[in-house]
């Protein structure tokens, strides 16, 4: 009867893999409690693996966040018995006085027809517990198609895929995080060209030490393709150092330059810590701006001693933060992209690619190190072209054919824009909180989360981790997030190397996951996508309705 039982729900479900146990406890916020089977290896878990609990009528898909050894007899903690004498003791013991639980945690229903619904209720006592299988894995993520792109495997089960959803990942901003070394390059490399295959936005990369153009070394010395390498026209590269592009062969498009005369007070105002400027500082910016118009900074620097005497004793300004101001400035003397007066406009070049549906990678040759030359030019760049997306916006309300696509703006070192202090003063601070308003998101990659100001995280909507060791990013990094504490354990223990765990608005539940490789295979892949070969069909089971928000 029983075996007729089994052969009935594994009709309904699916053949299952091995059994683990059964649900002894739990809540609905702190999750279940699974005593395993006698015969389960504890030693063959991994907290981030998932289970399914196959209840009379749904589906519980859930993460192991925790793993115990447990007791029905306290005495045996004191007087443990000599099994090293007698092996057979601990056969004895294990399954009836000792035995090993699991903390899991529910993180999706999956209803009749596959149906995927948040996880409002728990399954009864003694319910079975499975590891998850292909199937169950599909059913979640659903299949790759021209919306869905895979950047992944779930832990153990490498042979499925994790899939994510492009138009909601673009749609709102994202974060790529992880300690130094962790490939967070590589992992934002996917990312985008997942982004580029599919045509989901269009990106412009502020591109810090030449990871994403052309072509990059990896760790064994070898050399890997860049975006442009990876898909020629649809990528351009700018770059604010020609020298060093023709040295690293990188076939450039462009060659950006900045005027003295654009440089705005605003401008500086994102480069507050960096260049040490004092609100006092700041204010005569603002003071001499208003006097001398867009020509004020050659003007200054330019200045004889008299002049600035004058300006002393005739305005309201500090004379010490007046000098101090000039020092600063020379510094832009250094960089030689900001020139007295430039020959292209930076800004509309970049805006004609984006227009065209090209993919701007901005290349900062040697500059990538000096990260005043970084701030600037991003600053600078980005609130301009920021400034032609609303007005482009504006300008199409009620005729939707003249919205611009999409825009994703990468930025590396994300917590120098979006620190607590400055994050109102940057435009990146301003886009962060906009949402999908102005259709401009990020994409930031940092190392160190817990330094980007609380309402910049809150608004991030996925975000990609690989480890973190330090328990403030950790936090920071799922703030907000349901079952925050199991998640933490998981995230904390992942391996330093192409492992990762994905959160947020593309995804329809955490999940952990071993990257994909940035490798030949990957490239034909890409190849095969752009060519409309390989696209697997019926992702439907991933969200269901369009208008469904996610679980965040």
């Known amino acids: 009867m029983a075996k007729k039982a089994a052969n009935e729900l594994d009709q309904f479900f699916g053949v299952r893999s091995p059994r683990l146990g059964v649900v002894t406890g ?6 279940l409690d699974v005593r395993l089977d006698p015969d389960v290896d504890v030693e063959m878990l991994a907290v981030g693996r998932y289970v399914v609990v196959h209840a009379q009528h749904k589906r519980f898909f859930c993460m192991i966040t925790d793993i115990s050894l447990d007791n029905t007899n306290v005495q045996i903690t004191m007087t443990p018995p000599d099994v090293q004498s007698n092996p057979y003791l601990a056969d004895v013991y294990r399954g009836t006085t000792t035995f090993a639980t699991i903390h899991i945690a529910p993180m999706l229903i999956i209803g009749e027809n596959n149906t995927v619904e948040p996880v409002r209720t728990i399954p009864p006592h003694f319910q079975e517990v499975w590891t998850a299988t292909e199937r169950d894995i599909n059913d979640v993520f659903g299949d790759e198609d021209e919306n869905h792109f895979n950047i992944g495997s779930p832990l153990e089960l490498l042979d499925t895929q994790v899939n994510v959803n492009l138009k909601r990942l673009t749609e709102r901003s994202v974060g790529v995080f992880g300690k130094s070394g962790t490939g967070k390059s590589y992992l934002t490399r996917v990312l985008l060209s997942g982004i580029i295959a599919r045509n989901a936005a269009v990106n412009l990369v502020f591109d810090m030490h030449n990871d994403y153009g052309w072509t990059v070394f990896n760790e064994e010395g070898l050399q890997d393709k860049g975006l442009k390498q990876l898909f020629m026209s649809k990528v351009a590269i700018f770059t604010l150092d020609e020298e060093s592009s023709r040295r690293r062969q990188a076939k450039t498009d462009f060659v950006v330059q900045l005027a003295y005369s654009d440089i705005e007070p605003q401008d500086l105002a994102a480069l507050r810590q960096t260049m040490d400027l004092s609100d006092t500082m700041l204010d005569a910016a603002y003071r001499l701006r208003q006097m001398w118009g ?153 190392q160190r989360p817990s330094a980007i100001d609380e309402e910049v995280m809150s608004q991030i909507g996925t975000r990609v981790t690989a480890l973190l060791d330090n328990e403030r990013d950790i936090s920071a990094v799922l703030m907000g997030v349901s079952g925050a504490q199991g998640l933490r354990e998981v995230l904390a223990r992942l391996d330093t190397r192409q492992q990762a765990i994905v959160l947020g608005h593309a995804v329809p539940m955490p999940v952990v996951i071993k990257t994909r490789s940035y490798d030949a295979a990957f490239y034909a892949a890409m ?14 089971a991933l969200y269901g309705d369009e208008d469904f928000e996610g679980f965040d």
């Open 294 to 446: 867009r020509g004020w900074i050659q003007q200054l620097l330019t200045a004889e001693p008299d002049l600035i005497e004058d300006l002393i004793n005739t305005t309201t300004i500090n004379g010490a933060a007046l000098s101090a101001l000039i020092r600063r400035l020379e510094r832009f003397k250094r960089f030689d992209f900001i020139v007295p007066e430039k020959v292209d406009d930076s800004v509309q070049a970049i805006l004609n690619m984006l227009e065209q549906g090209m993919h701007v990678i901005l290349e900062f040759g040697r500059y990538g190190n000096n990260l005043t030359a970084y701030i600037l030019v991003a600053n600078y760049l980005t609130r301009r072209i920021r400034e032609r997306y609303v007005e482009r916006i504006e300008a199409s309300l009620g005729d939707e054919s003249k919205q611009p696509p999409q825009l994703l703006i990468t930025i590396e070192e994300a917590h120098k824009f979006l620190d607590p202090q400055i994050a109102r003063q940057t435009i990146f601070g301003t886009i962060a909180r906009e949402l999908r308003k102005y259709k401009v998101t990020l994409l930031v990659v940092d």
């Open 26 to 31: 739990g809540s609905l916020n702190r999750g």
């Open 527 to 540: 190849t095969g996508i752009i060519k409309g070969k390989g696209v697997k069909k019926g992702g439907k």
